[in-house]
């Protein structure tokens, strides 16, 4: 019996996989163009430019490890979040068989594979209501290596003479982008959370994913620092894999949390250049109204 919302899962899977959005696509033109000409930075960025064109062609994954999968959904009120959630795990079954995913995921504790990308917390899934008629679900496919170099700090942390404030939300930051140089596969794109507890906390930080790369933070300091911590890793020469150059992040977006006042933790999730997000609109019967990225 055919099902629209299965089909437009997996289609909303298959062009995550295989297509970088539109606002990641231009944000890697301009680092290109920014780039000295004839540098291992330019290099590399010809390579990514390269590899990101060839597997929109063949529509197939951007990257080997096409990441943990997580959706996040937003529902009418009374939607039925169980028919979602087992129509989802089909729908990732489904892209594995068919090779949008790779069989990525597996039991942390014997380490089998079965193949499916199915299992606890996989996929995740968040649900959020909203008091539209529509549903939205948007899709991030998270690296392993760009979430191995994610960090969270407790402030004060003493030894980089980072206090409870917002100067030492900036050490903290560009600490992790100092620590991450080499490694989660450069130019980088930064989610940051300010407070909250350990676990909302970073989840905080990747829902700032979900914002456009251009846009700007209403928030007038959290805009400042956002612009500040970007200029100021542009300008550390680690550059496109840590090859050196001018292009180190490609975005910064900031949000805040309310915290206790014994704790004041900064998260940072950070995402490759393979920033695979998408999202859609759909419609009553479940099909795809609309590309939100
Ligand atoms: S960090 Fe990103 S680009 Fe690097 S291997 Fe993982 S998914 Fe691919």
């Not at 629209?4 to 290109?32: C, G, M, Q, W, Y």
């Not at 780039?35 to 010809?46: C, D, M, N, Q, R």
Request: with cysteine; aromatic share 6%; charged share 25%.
């Amino acid at each position: 019996m055919p099902d629209p919302l299965l089909d437009s899962l997996i289609e909303l899977i298959r062009r995550t996989s295989a297509e970088l959005p539109d606002d990641v696509n231009a944000a890697l033109v301009r680092s290109l163009e920014s780039e000295k000409k004839g540098t291992i930075a330019e290099s590399a960025l010809k390579i990514i430019e390269r590899n990101i064109e060839l597997a929109k062609r063949k529509s197939q994954p951007i990257c080997q490890d096409t990441g943990s999968v997580v959706f996040y959904v937003q529902c009418p009120v009374g939607y039925d979040q169980i028919q979602f959630e087992e129509t989802a795990r089909e729908a990732v079954k489904q892209a594995t068989k068919r090779g949008f995913l790779r069989q990525n995921s597996v039991d942390s504790i014997t380490g089998r594979n079965d193949g499916t990308n199915l299992g606890p917390g996989a996929p995740a899934i968040h649900f959020h209501q909203h008091r539209f008629p529509q549903l939205e679900v948007c899709l991030i496919l998270k690296g392993g290596g760009c979430e191995n170099v994610g960090a969270q700090y407790s402030l004060p942390a003493e030894k980089l003479e980072a206090n409870r404030d917002l100067d030492g939300c900036r050490r903290v930051i560009l600490d992790a982008v100092l620590q991450a140089q080499g490694k989660g596969c450069g130019p980088g794109i930064l989610g940051v959370c300010i407070g909250g507890d350990r676990a909302t906390g970073y989840e905080f930080s990747k829902q700032q994913f979900l914002r456009f790369l251009g846009d700007r933070n209403p928030d007038p300091v959290l805009d400042a620092l956002e612009q500040d911590i970007l200029k100021t890793a542009n300008e550390l020469g680690i550059g496109p894999m840590g090859f050196g150059g001018r292009t180190t992040l490609l975005g910064v977006k900031i949000c805040a949390a309310n915290r206790v006042p014994a704790s004041y933790f900064v998260s940072v999730s950070y995402m490759c250049w393979a920033f695979r997000r998408q999202g859609v609109v759909m419609g009553p019967d479940s099909s795809i109204q609309r590309w939100l990225y």
